[in-house]
């Protein structure tokens, strides 16, 4: 009995959907090409231990290699050379060494280790699993490395601008600092700043001049003098306590305010005299001409010498007069029935102290409380005596002045208040001191009548001192000042520019090494860039010389997909 097989209608379908498929191209994404090699068993259960083997035997024929200009990178990249890249290298020693033995094998024995090594690479699929591997690790992790150093790079070169721009801007502002201050020193900030600090003093008397002159032509300032001194005059005249003497208020603005304007003239038109560095604050002429005449030896009619006596000159000189082998010293003081040498220690009364309220003598400074005349060295009465230029020099008689100008404001100050308070108001047009202004009739003073003005007319003259002060405290007029009474101060002054100037400099020459590393940077970005792109086209390379090996494998062609281009 003959047996009858039944064949089943999907049989035929079946078969033409496997010719259908071994037709189609084979997409295989990158990552998954090692897993498919794994999954159709076209790997050895022995890779990794062939694959570690075949590499440590790769890197010691690569170190082999003859010297060859194509071999010069390799020796570098030996770890990351593909099965590619060792056909690629086993080509070139073909091609330098063609020759072969009877039997097929290369007379080159290089060669021949290469060839031996070729083949036991192809073995059991071992160079498909090594590339697949190769290629997921450069797509995976090589490129993401090599974009956060691209990354990293770029950052720098914005921080570096960053640091150039406020170092050149920084540069600016110290330049700008730079020149005000030689502006308001009125120099021009060339290489030796001392020698054109110490020219601008011949200008210092021109300035105090100036400054005098300003106070003597300003109207609003003696209006409010005169009203200050109305207002002092008659309190005093009808307060409760009206015996004494009337002390004169604001002496030395009063006086600056009563100077002849051809006084000052001869400041402002004269030549100005030779620069001359400044130095220390000495002794006085009157004190030097003291010294000077007790070192000299004593005439024979002075007081006759004694044990306990011992003269300056003794004092200097101790080998002249035997002082060393314990003779008797002596002291010369002086004629002493001579006035001009005694103190007077009288509360005003006794001749030759100046009355209070009574203008202040040529030969001496601002009149005090009590009649006292302060004097001191070298300042209000050792230089020029009633030259009121000279005097405004010295420390003292400049904050006497500025005492007047703050004195005369607080009373303007307290005016413009009072008026802007009706109850003061009000109690002040009841006061004593309005009553007797306008029982005075046509006889009362202007100066007093003042008093009762209201806020329009105290504005211009709190502005005026206000002006004064300012001009008092100039900059530049202080820094002369200070300078001229001290060596020191100069030096100081001119560290100071002398700093602003090489914060300039500093800055400029940070600018310019921000830009040198911006530079380098920027190198070393566009070298990145092309390691990035060398990475890039080794990739792509990698994948598709992965896809031809791979097509004898699945009998149709086969394309490794998701590798990113050259150009991303």
């Not at 200050?228 to 006086?255: F, K, M, N, Q």
Request: hydrophobic letters at 40%; one cysteine or more.
């Amino acid at each position: 009995m003959a047996l009858r097989f039944r064949t089943t209608p999907a049989a035929p379908a079946q078969a033409a959907t496997t010719q259908l498929a071994k037709g189609q191209p084979l997409d295989i994404a990158y990552q998954n090409v090692y897993t498919w090699l794994v999954e159709n068993r076209k790997l050895a259960s022995s890779f990794p231990h062939d694959l570690q083997e075949m590499r440590a035997k790769l890197s010691t024929a690569i170190d082999q290699l003859p010297t060859f200009p194509e071999f010069e990178q390799t020796a570098q990249e030996k770890d990351s050379l593909t099965y590619f890249d060792c056909m690629h290298i086993f080509d070139i020693l073909r091609e330098k060494n063609p020759q072969k033995t009877l039997i097929g094998s290369f007379t080159d024995p290089i060669v021949r280790e290469w060839s031996t090594l070729m083949k036991a690479y192809t073995k059991s699929n071992l160079h498909l699993g090594d590339s697949a591997q190769r290629l997921t690790s450069l797509i995976s992790a090589d490129l993401p490395a090599q974009r956060k150093i691209l990354a990293k790079q770029v950052r720098e070169i914005e921080e570096l601008r960053r640091k150039e721009d406020e170092a050149l801007s920084a540069s600016k502002r110290y330049e700008k600092q730079f020149e005000r201050d030689c502006g308001e020193m009125g120099v021009q900030g060339r290489a030796d700043l001392k020698a054109e600090l110490v020219a601008q003093l011949p200008a210092l008397p021109s300035m105090l001049a100036k400054f005098l002159k300003t106070l003597v032509d300003d109207e609003s300032l003696r209006k409010a003098v005169s009203m200050y001194r109305g207002c002092v005059t008659h309190i005093s005249r009808h307060g409760s306590d009206t015996s004494g003497p009337v002390e004169a208020p604001l002496p030395i603005l009063a006086e600056v305010l009563a100077l002849d304007p051809t006084t000052l003239e001869k400041y402002l038109a004269a030549p100005q005299p030779p620069a001359a560095p400044p130095s220390e604050p000495s002794a006085s002429p009157a004190i030097l001409e003291v010294v000077s005449s007790s070192t000299e030896a004593p005439p024979p009619s002075d007081l006759p010498a004694s044990a306990d006596s011992v003269t300056a000159a003794d004092t200097t000189a101790p080998s002249a007069q035997g002082g060393s082998d314990g003779a008797a010293l002596q002291i010369d003081w002086g004629d002493l029935t001579d006035p001009n040498l005694l103190m007077s220690w009288d509360d005003g009364a006794a001749a030759g102290a100046v009355p209070a309220g009574e203008a202040v003598p040529s030969s001496a400074g601002p009149l005090l409380a009590g009649g006292v005349v302060e004097v001191e060295s070298g300042e209000l009465a050792g230089e020029g005596g009633s030259d009121i230029v000279v005097r405004l020099g010295a420390p003292r008689t400049r904050r006497a002045l500025e005492s007047d100008l703050l004195e005369l404001l607080c009373f303007l100050e307290q005016r413009q208040m009072e008026m802007g308070d009706s109850q003061a108001a009000a109690l002040i047009s009841s006061s004593l001191l309005t009553k007797s202004v306008r029982q005075s009739g046509p006889s009362a003073s202007a100066d007093a009548s003042d008093v009762l003005a209201g806020p329009a007319v105290l504005a211009p003259m709190r502005a005026a001192i206000q002006r004064c002060l300012s001009a008092l405290h100039e900059r530049r007029l202080e820094q002369l000042l200070l300078m001229k009474s001290s060596q020191r101060y100069t030096e100081r002054i001119t560290a100071e520019l002398e700093q602003s100037r090489e914060h300039s400099q500093r800055m400029v020459r940070r600018a310019e090494q921000m830009a040198d590393l911006g530079r380098e940077a920027q190198a070393t970005l566009a070298r990145e860039t092309e390691n990035l792109q060398r990475l890039l086209r080794r990739g792509r390379k990698l994948a598709d010389d992965l896809g031809l090996a791979m097509e004898a494998l699945a009998g149709r062609p086969c394309h490794v997909v998701g590798v990113p281009a050259a150009s991303e």
